[in-house]
């Protein structure tokens, strides 16, 4: 016997399962609110362990066995965390505000900074005035033998990105010594990077000195910028089903698609002046869809029912006129039939 089964498919919707609630522990609204997305699967599991038994001073042994992860990958996920200021460095639950930071250099010392650069001097709070200068493997040694800070980044890094370039760790130092970075935010910079695998160098340091311009040098403001990435990254991966893209925007479209988010165009509104576009030009062109959204920004139209609406008065009002003029054709045959009677 043969059944046919029919399934219907339905959005799921969880719960926590209140009854098997006893002893609870707390997790950081930190780690919540923005590691979900950043931090691996491994560095979470090590995490939720450490946090299970806090105040115990865990080895990095006894979590492996724990959670089902190797030894190295649990002292890598414990420097991830311990960087991210979410444990100390004995492995225990960090008693301090996760949102501290170490404070912003004073003016003085700011002044300090840019007129050394100026002068080609080399104060004590840089090692390399530009990264450019291509340090070689020695100095880079040199570098790490006096610098804790430099040596950390160095191993955390390569548990996000894996085995270390030359070039990476020039731009990392430069990131640290020229720009002024402290090492949690370079930390978070470098996970989102990898989060979204645009891992390479250049784009790396595009976005170090736009948060050195901008004073995103603390962990909460690195945070909230990272959140404000990932909004505008989402975005753009729904234009991109929307519009059947199979290779990212390039710059100068990825632009154009953030200024439609930071006009808050919606998104089926977006998608229609899409198919206007391939309608009259056969071809995806983001000049030309964003021209149709600024004439239906400047009618006042929002939704694609207001410019439905519109298309549809449009219609009847042609459909008037074309009714009229047939009206006045037959009228002015008529007239001309009558004088014709009258002439001949």
């Excluded at 492995?91 to 840019?114: C, H, R, Y």
Aim: glycine residues 4%; aromatic residues 10%.
């Amino acid at each position: 016997m043969f059944f046919t089964v029919f399934l219907e498919v339905y959005s799921l919707e969880y719960k926590v399962n209140c009854g098997i609630w006893g002893t609870m522990f707390g997790v950081p609204s930190i780690v919540a609110d923005n590691f979900l997305k950043l931090a691996t699967g491994e560095q979470i599991k090590v995490l939720l362990y450490l946090l299970r038994y806090s105040g115990k001073i865990c080895t990095s042994e006894e979590i492996a066995a724990n959670t089902g992860v190797t030894i190295q990958v649990a002292e890598d996920a414990m420097i991830f965390w311990q960087q991210a200021n979410v444990i100390s460095p004995q492995g225990a639950i960090s008693q301090i505000n996760t949102n501290q930071v170490m404070p912003l250099p004073s003016s003085s010392e700011k002044a300090d900074i840019q007129n050394a650069t100026a002068t080609n001097a080399q104060p004590t709070v840089l090692k390399t005035p530009d990264h450019k200068t291509n340090l070689s493997g020695g100095e880079i040694a040199e570098i790490m033998k006096g610098s804790q800070d430099i040596r950390d980044l160095f191993k955390i890094t390569e548990t996000i990105i894996g085995t270390l370039k030359n070039s990476q760790m020039n731009s990392i130092i430069w990131m640290y010594d020229h720009l002024g970075l402290k090492k949690e935010v370079i930390i978070i910079l470098l996970t989102y990077c990898a989060s979204i695998k645009k891992t390479n160098t250049a784009y790396v340091e595009k976005i170090a000195s736009a948060w050195a311009e901008n004073d995103i040098n603390s962990m909460e403001a690195a945070q909230d910028e990272i959140q404000k990435l990932n909004a505008s990254n989402d975005f753009i991966q729904c234009i991109m089903k929307k519009f059947e893209m199979k290779c990212r925007p390039t710059t100068k479209q990825s632009e154009v698609i953030n200024q439609w988010r930071k006009n808050a165009y919606d998104l089926e509104l977006i998608y229609y002046a899409y198919e206007k576009t391939v309608e009259q030009i056969n071809k995806l062109s983001f000049e030309y869809i964003n021209k149709i959204l600024l004439s239906w920004r400047d009618s006042g139209f929002f939704t694609v029912q207001d410019v439905k609406n519109s298309e549809n008065k449009l219609k009847k009002n042609k459909k008037t006129t074309s009714s009229k003029k047939e009206i006045k054709d037959a009228d002015m045959e008529e007239y001309e039939s009558i004088i014709n009677q009258f002439l001949y």
